[in-house]
C-alpha cells in the first residue's frame, strides 16, 4: 500500500516562502508518478503542478513563475517550493501519486491519481 506524507505547510505572510514536501514509501511499483494539488475552503480540488520522469513540470497557471515542483528519486520524496505567497494559495495542499512500471508523463487532472497524502495546510495571511 502506497503511503505519502506531506509536511512543510504553516502560516506565512503574502510575499514568504514555504516549502512542501511528500515522502513516498510502501510501494511496489518501479514509478511512483507524482503531483500537488490544493483544495480551499469550500472550493473543489484543483491542480498545482506535476513532474514527468523526464524532469518536465506542468504548472497551473495561478501558480507559474512563483511554485517549483521537483522530485529526489533516490528520497522517494517529492517537493514544491512555493515562492511569493499570496493570501489566495491559502488552502490544504494534497500530494497525489501513481503507479507506473517506467516513464511518468506529467499529468494535472485528479482522477489520474489514486494515491493521496493526509495533506498539509498552508495559510497565507495579508
Known amino acids: 500500500q502506497v503511503q505519502l506524507v506531506e509536511s512543510g505547510g504553516g502560516s506565512v505572510q503574502a510575499g514568504g516562502s514555504l516549502r512542501l514536501s511528500c515522502a513516498a514509501s510502501?510501494?511496489?511499483?518501479?514509478?511512483?508518478?507524482m503531483g500537488w494539488f490544493r483544495q480551499a475552503p469550500g472550493k473543489e480540488r484543483e491542480a498545482v503542478a506535476a513532474?514527468?520522469?523526464?524532469?518536465?513540470?506542468v504548472y497551473a497557471d495561478s501558480v507559474k513563475g512563483r511554485f517549483t515542483i521537483s522530485k529526489d528519486n533516490a528520497k522517494n520524496t517529492l517537493y514544491l517550493q512555493m515562492n511569493s505567497l499570496k493570501p489566495e494559495d491559502t488552502a490544504m495542499y494534497y500530494c497525489?501519486?501513481?503507479?507506473?512500471?517506467?516513464?511518468?508523463?506529467?499529468?494535472?487532472?485528479?482522477?489520474?491519481?489514486?494515491?493521496w497524502g493526509q495533506g498539509t495546510q498552508v495559510t497565507v495571511s495579508s
Open positions: 513532474i514527468g520522469s523526464a524532469g518536465n513540470p
Open positions: 497525489a501519486a501513481r503507479g507506473s512500471g517506467g516513464f511518468c508523463f506529467a499529468k494535472i487532472k485528479i482522477y489520474d491519481y489514486n494515491y
Open positions: 510502501g510501494y511496489s511499483y518501479n514509478t511512483l508518478c
